[in-house]
């Protein structure tokens, strides 16, 4: 069902989606992950998992997708960063079994990531780009912490469909595959695969979309 939102309720919205908070902030979580799980998974198997590695993802949202990343290979390392509170406390709800396995999850300023250098195999990071304050310092702080070889999946959906959804107007910054993957050679990353996804969803206020996505893959030497 389509749900017909004035200017306030939109902004309301895409506050919520930048920073999950509040019971409606649950609501938007769980919708996130059932509309962005397919997004997710495509990402985690682009990374190319293997035995012992340590993982980052940026923005975990409640991270309904943990069992699928863990399955990928043995003794994997996970460690997922928000900014939200809500989303942190969700997160270990949900992935309660996982308490006594090498997983955490921290809160970060969505800025500077609290970690020493080359300390992750892989990172990846699905739908957050939009509200990276400083997309370039970012990028950088994602290369330090990255280890030589190691691999970022970067997943967002594309400029000319999200122009089409009317909450991005409030606070989303959208992007080009072209802009992206300039962002991401200009912080010294080597693009590997830029794959399409395209499939059939609903948007946040209820209508069905046919979304474009993108899935780049890139390293660091």
Same mark, same amino acid.
């Given at each position: 069902?389509?749900?017909?939102?004035? $200017?306030?309720?939109?902004?309301?919205?895409? /506050?919520?989606?930048? =920073?999950?908070?509040?019971?409606? *902030?649950?609501?938007?979580?769980? @919708?996130?992950?059932?509309?962005?799980?397919?997004?997710?998974?495509?990402?985690?198997? #682009?990374?190319?998992?293997?035995?012992? #590695?340590?993982?980052?993802?940026?923005? =975990?949202?409640?991270?309904?997708?943990?069992?699928?990343?863990?399955?990928?290979?043995?003794?994997?390392? &996970?460690?997922?960063?928000?900014?939200?509170?809500?989303?942190?406390?969700?997160?270990?709800?949900?992935?309660?079994?996982? !308490?006594? !396995?090498?997983?955490?999850?921290?809160?970060? $300023? *969505?800025?500077?990531?609290?970690?020493?250098?080359?300390?992750?195999? +892989?990172?990846?990071?699905?739908?957050?780009? &939009?509200?990276?304050?400083?997309?370039?310092?970012?990028?950088?702080?994602?290369?330090?912490?990255?280890?030589?070889?190691?691999?970022?999946?970067?997943?967002? %959906?594309?400029? #000319?469909?999200?122009?089409?959804?009317?909450?991005?107007?409030? *606070?989303? +910054?959208?992007?080009?595959?072209?802009?992206?993957? $300039?962002?991401?050679?200009?912080? @010294?990353?080597?693009?590997?695969?830029? /794959?399409?996804?395209?499939?059939?969803?609903? %948007?946040?206020?209820?209508?069905?979309?046919?979304?474009? %996505?993108?899935?780049?893959?890139? &390293?660091? #030497?």
């Amino acid at each position: 069902m389509t749900i017909k939102l004035n $200017d306030t309720k939109l902004q309301e919205l895409a /506050t919520q989606l930048r =920073h999950p908070n509040g019971k409606s *902030g649950v609501t938007i979580a769980d @919708n996130m992950n059932e509309n962005n799980i397919k997004m997710t998974e495509w990402s985690i198997l #682009e990374l190319n998992l293997r035995q012992n #590695e340590q993982v980052l993802e940026l923005g =975990h949202g409640n991270c309904g997708h943990l069992d699928f990343l863990l399955q990928q290979a043995t003794n994997i390392g &996970y460690v997922g960063l928000e900014i939200s509170e809500l989303m942190q406390q969700e997160a270990i709800k949900i992935n309660k079994k996982h !308490s006594n !396995s090498d997983v955490r999850f921290e809160l970060f $300023d *969505g800025k500077t990531i609290p970690f020493y250098e080359k300390r992750f195999d +892989k990172i990846f990071t699905v739908n957050t780009i &939009y509200f990276w304050e400083d997309v370039n310092a970012f990028l950088r702080e994602i290369y330090r912490v990255l280890k030589s070889k190691g691999k970022f999946t970067l997943t967002f %959906s594309t400029k #000319e469909f999200m122009e089409t959804l009317p909450f991005t107007r409030f *606070g989303f +910054k959208l992007y080009s595959e072209k802009e992206i993957v $300039d962002l991401l050679k200009l912080a @010294n990353f080597k693009i590997e695969t830029v /794959t399409q996804l395209n499939e059939d969803t609903v %948007s946040k206020t209820g209508e069905s979309v046919y979304r474009n %996505s993108i899935i780049i893959t890139s &390293y660091k #030497e």
